[in-house]
């Protein structure tokens, strides 16, 4: 009887002790389960690292000194966690996109309202538009500076903080292909594709509603307000898009190309006689006084079509000065338009 008991006591222990190991083993199987997937996802992630990125445009003149800047192609080993932005444009796509790891903007100016989050504290300001903080740069130790035109001078300055700079402005010469473009780096950067060709699709729908609209217009033209002066522009502009890609007919084809638009009196308006005139604010777009209903509805401007059918469409400034290029303001410069001129 005392064997027996014995044998049972040992029997016990056993089957405890094969039960301990197997939730060990069980334990050691979810964990190495567990690490694995972490490891598949992290190898997901940057499946598709290292990537080669090219700017939008090859190489950028500046046409006040006439330097031409030639961008480097920039190859990546790994996703971005610290990121610099410049171009409000590209920092409305990577908003849009749902990116993460902003850490400086240009914020020492007028920020689009859309944009306006990136005012606060949670993002250093890097300068403003035109003269990046070198210093504030450095400090934020980033792993990526995205650029435009205004701040392609001080290029090579940038790669020595970082040699990931990469130039992701839109282009006068072919503005729907060059913002496409930056999507489309934002997109595959940041393993946004998906979401990207989700945004873009909304696009063909409100393209082909604007040019139906468009087309009941015999003609159009694009100006600039600046303190109670104008510009025009015209197909091959950095506006020419309005009359590219939305459709509008332009005045003339002879309006000279350029970044700021040729100089264009009130008399030049009435002799051009547009159908439609629209007038971009640049006074409001950085932060001066703008008087701009009280300046252009003069008797000059009062003769002119436009004027008579009520199709003065007044721009948003900081919107179509500043924050072009992006997901969010491409879209709301066609609903700007159609909203006006419906």
Not at 47 to 69: C, D
Not at 224 to 243: A, C, D, P, W
Not at 310 to 327: E, N, R, S
Request: net charge negative.
């Amino acid at each position: 009887m005392k064997q027996w008991k014995l044998f049972a006591v040992i029997l016990a222990m056993f089957v405890i002790v094969l039960a301990a190991c197997g939730d060990e083993k069980a334990e050691q199987d979810k964990n190495t389960n567990t690490d694995d997937t972490k490891q598949e996802a992290a190898q997901g992630e940057n499946a598709s690292f290292p990537i080669t990125i090219s700017s939008t445009i090859s190489e950028s003149k500046n046409e006040e000194s006439g330097q031409t800047t030639v961008f480097d192609d920039v190859t990546f080993e790994k996703m971005p966690e610290r990121i610099v932005v410049f171009d409000y444009g590209f920092l409305d796509t990577l908003d849009a996109l749902g990116v993460e790891g902003i850490v400086g903007v240009a914020k020492d100016g007028t920020l689009p309202e859309h944009l306006s989050k990136f005012g606060s504290d949670e993002y250093a300001s890097v300068g403003n538009l035109k003269t990046p903080n070198l210093e504030a740069i450095a400090a934020l130790e980033p792993d990526a500076i995205f650029i435009s035109g205004r701040q392609a001078t001080f290029y090579d300055q940038l790669k020595e903080i970082t040699p990931n700079v990469v130039f992701v402005g839109t282009s006068q010469d072919d503005y729907w292909g060059t913002f496409e473009k930056s999507v489309d780096i934002a997109a595959k950067l940041f393993g946004k594709e998906k979401e990207a060709e989700e945004q873009l699709a909304k696009f063909d729908e409100k393209l082909n509603e604007l040019k139906e609209l468009a087309g009941q217009y015999k003609t159009s033209l694009v100006t600039m307000y600046n303190e109670g002066k104008l510009s025009g522009f015209g197909t091959n502009s950095r506006y020419g898009y309005v009359y590219d890609i939305y459709g509008f007919t332009p005045v003339s084809d002879d309006i000279e190309a350029s970044s700021h638009g040729s100089d264009f009196g009130f008399e030049s308006v009435l002799k051009f006689d547009p159908e439609v005139l629209f007038v971009i604010d640049r006074t409001a777009a950085v932060g001066g006084q703008s008087n701009i209903e009280a300046d252009m509805e003069n008797d000059i401007i009062k003769q002119t079509q436009a004027y008579k059918n009520g199709k003065i469409v007044y721009l948003d400034g900081p919107l179509w000065y500043l924050a072009g290029g992006g997901l969010q303001s491409e879209m709301m410069k066609i609903e700007e338009i159609l909203n006006k001129l419906k």
